[in-house]
């Protein structure tokens, strides 16, 4: 400490001079870092244009983007936590009663924001324990969305609607994660007996390719068609689809989609009911091997295809 001293002795023009050179190579120091910090997270991307937290970097390794990011600000707070008290210095304030009195202020700081200090050790457990991946479609708090970012205040959620809801990682305390971002609809038609499942496929091919082509946020991906399946009790026949749909949004094949087909087959076959058309939501099923439950991912190519028209 004996230069601090000495530098307080000085003329009033040099301690002048002393802030000065304070100030701007703490406003220099602080500079670089956030550049070095923005050349990493943002790579050749346009800064001017691009946020850190869209970056293609950030996207593809979350946890390394936020590290960065929280040692840029602890680098930043402490050039300028230190940078301030050598300027009261030269105003010929003892540094020793500085650090004491931020110490304290510090306290009473931090027993009036336990949540803000929640919401740190949460995003941090979150961002380490890799609980939240960037692009997963997750149901938090209620809200079901796509990740869009996690950090260390508030995770972000992209929901259906395209709207961006901050969530305070202190209250986040269940996440239920969907397998590849959907949950997948099976919609199961039965054959009458004496039609041909080629005539049934021809009349609701064309319904679900509507379907998607008009609800593309809704539904995933392009509905699959499985053929003709044959039960191994019971001896009747169905076809069926698979649909990947965004969570909570079922009633668009529930109520829509089954209503049109429904109202389609019975113009054709006067007979058809209403209980011939089956949905059902599958994500994973239990099985049993060696006297052992077992969870394994529901596999398509497992069902029994009698033909694929």
């Not at 064309?206 to 019971?234: C, D, N, V, W």
């Not at 059902?280 to 969870?295: A, V």
């Amino acid at each position: 400490m004996d230069w601090i001293e000495h530098a307080a002795e000085l003329p009033l023009f040099y301690r002048i001079l002393i802030i000065f050179v304070i100030a701007g190579v703490s406003h220099t120091a602080v500079t670089i870092i956030r550049r070095i910090s923005k050349h990493i997270l943002l790579g050749k991307e346009t800064i001017e244009t691009t946020r850190a937290e869209n970056s293609e970097f950030t996207k593809r390794f979350p946890r390394t983007a936020t590290i960065i990011t929280i040692l840029e600000s602890t680098l930043t707070f402490m050039i300028y936590f230190v940078a301030f008290g050598l300027v009261l210095q030269e105003f010929q304030l003892s540094l020793r009663a500085y650090l004491a009195s931020t110490t304290v202020i510090g306290l009473a700081i931090g027993f009036g924001s336990q949540g803000f200090v929640q919401d740190i050790v949460i995003g941090l457990t979150l961002i380490f324990s890799n609980l939240l991946k960037v692009g997963d479609v997750v149901e938090v708090l209620g809200h079901v969305g796509r990740v869009e970012s996690v950090g260390l205040r508030f995770t972000v959620l992209i929901n259906l609607h395209g709207q961006r809801v901050y969530l305070p990682n202190r209250n986040i305390a269940v996440i239920s994660q969907f397998r590849e971002g959907c949950v997948r609809a099976y919609v199961d038609f039965q054959v009458p007996e004496g039609v041909h499942a080629r005539k049934m496929t021809q009349l609701i091919k064309p319904l679900t390719e509507a379907l998607y082509s008009q609800h593309k946020a809704i539904i995933m991906g392009i509905p699959e068609y499985f053929g003709l399946q044959k039960t191994t009790r019971g001896g009747w026949s169905y076809i069926r689809y698979k649909f990947k749909v965004w969570p909570g949004q079922g009633s668009l094949i529930e109520t829509n989609f089954r209503q049109m087909v429904l109202a389609r087959l019975k113009n054709e076959f006067p007979d058809y009911a209403d209980w011939m058309i089956n949905i059902t939501y599958r994500s994973e099923r239990l099985i049993i091997k060696d006297g052992e439950l077992i969870d394994k991912a529901d596999t398509d190519d497992e069902l029994q295809t009698i033909t694929k028209e």
